[in-house]
């Protein structure tokens, strides 16, 4: 268990962004697209090591909902279906804390397949 616990959670008018406030005093701004893109689901994460994917394409990602799960951590919905990330409160300090390197270095994944942040149009 950690002793790190969020003591608000709020999420922007625009959905774009998530607070998070914890017991330390902390506050952490963090974008609905470094939470899809980092999503700790299986989808995103896989179920083992080096089984991870890069998500492309969720620059304009919104939260749609936020369901508490247990005491240690909520699930959060985006506007893309994807629903299936456990944000623990350490993994969300973790991204507060460390989330710049960790979207350099996705940027930097997507530079490399040839991928970008936007949505691709797909030919009709």
């Avoid at 470094?34 to 998500?55: F, I, K, M, W, Y």
């Avoid at 710049?100 to 530079?111: D, G, N, P, Q, V």
Wanted: charge should be neutral; hydrophobic fraction near 30%.
């Amino acid at each position: 268990m950690t002793d790190a616990w969020p003591t608000e959670l709020r999420v922007s008018k625009d959905r774009q962004r998530l607070s998070v406030t914890f017991n330390d005093g902390k506050r952490y701004d963090l974008s609905a697209e470094l939470l899809r893109v980092l999503s700790p689901s299986a989808e995103v994460q896989g179920h083992g090591p080096g089984q991870a994917v890069t998500v492309p394409g969720k620059r304009n990602v919104a939260i749609i909902s936020m369901t508490p799960t247990g005491n240690y951590a909520v699930r959060i919905g985006f506007d893309d279906f994807h629903d299936t990330g456990i944000y623990t409160w350490t993994y969300l300090k973790e991204l507060g804390e460390k989330g710049s390197e960790l979207f350099a270095k996705y940027e930097a994944e997507l530079a490399e397949k040839g991928m970008s942040r936007d949505k691709s149009e797909k030919p009709r």
